[in-house]
């Protein structure tokens, strides 16, 4: 069984340039969650989707961050107009059901210049 | 509003001697608890569960003990191993939201 994948695994956007992060779950898991890592700190809650459906988003900045889990494919974490504060890394999980345990990526470590 | 706190950042321990990693959570409707480790350029990954009508699991080296009246839950590892030697975070949710929170993490060095 492959894990949850992400990719890119490391993305370099200049300031005001979009970026586009991709997490395909584990078979079978119809939930997703996305995750914050700045330096030294833990990781921070940004939004949970269930197919289709955005379940909570309230650890997503209100602007320039957006997430989608379509029918089909992987979910994507857009961040628009892209500034310094927004590097760190980008961690995507999934479960099969809610509050199971959940199966993280290995990250997109976003930089941006 | 930190709500899952580990206080310390970092721990060594001697290989072979005992690991306990600490964490204390502040809200009482939490009732499911994770310990993930990680290792750097990687993504975290699943230890330990333990829900809140028990006060101990145990999964081989790996027992997690918690304690509902002082909102405190530990990890114990024993006997520590170099290759335990990662971040450990904890996770907290409540059966009434959608997500986990999660502590800053504790950094384990396990001594050859």
């Known amino acids: 069984n492959a894990g949850v994948m992400q990719n890119p695994r490391h993305l370099v956007r200049r300031r005001g340039q979009e970026a586009r992060l991709r997490c395909s779950p584990m078979?079978?898991?119809?939930?997703v969650y996305w995750y914050r890592q700045l330096p030294e700190e833990g990781l921070k809650f940004m939004v949970y989707?269930?197919?289709?459906?955005?379940?909570?988003e309230s650890g997503m900045p209100k602007e320039r961050f957006s997430a989608e889990f379509p029918k089909e494919g992987p979910s994507i974490l857009r961040i628009q107009q892209v500034v310094r504060g927004d590097s760190a890394a980008y961690f995507c999980a999934s479960s099969p059901h809610k509050r199971a345990e959940q199966f993280f990526g290995p990250g997109t470590r976003l930089t941006v210049l | 509003d930190q709500q899952v706190k580990q206080n310390s950042p970092s721990l060594s321990v001697q290989e072979g001697r005992i690991s306990i990693l600490n964490c204390d959570y502040t809200?009482?409707?939490?009732?499911?608890f994770l310990w993930y480790k990680k290792y750097p350029a990687e993504g975290p990954t699943f230890l330990i569960s333990i829900s809140s009508i028990k006060d101990k699991n145990e999964d081989g080296r790996f027992t997690v003990f918690l304690n509902k009246s002082a909102k405190h839950l530990s990890l114990h590892i024993v006997p520590s191993q170099p290759g335990d030697s990662a971040v450990y975070f904890c996770a907290a949710s409540a059966n009434t939201g959608n997500q986990f929170y999660f502590g800053t993490g504790t950094s384990l060095t396990v001594i050859p």
């Open positions: 989707l269930q197919k289709e459906n955005i379940i909570d």
């Open positions: 809200n009482s409707m939490f009732d499911y």
């Open positions: 078979k079978g898991h119809s939930h």
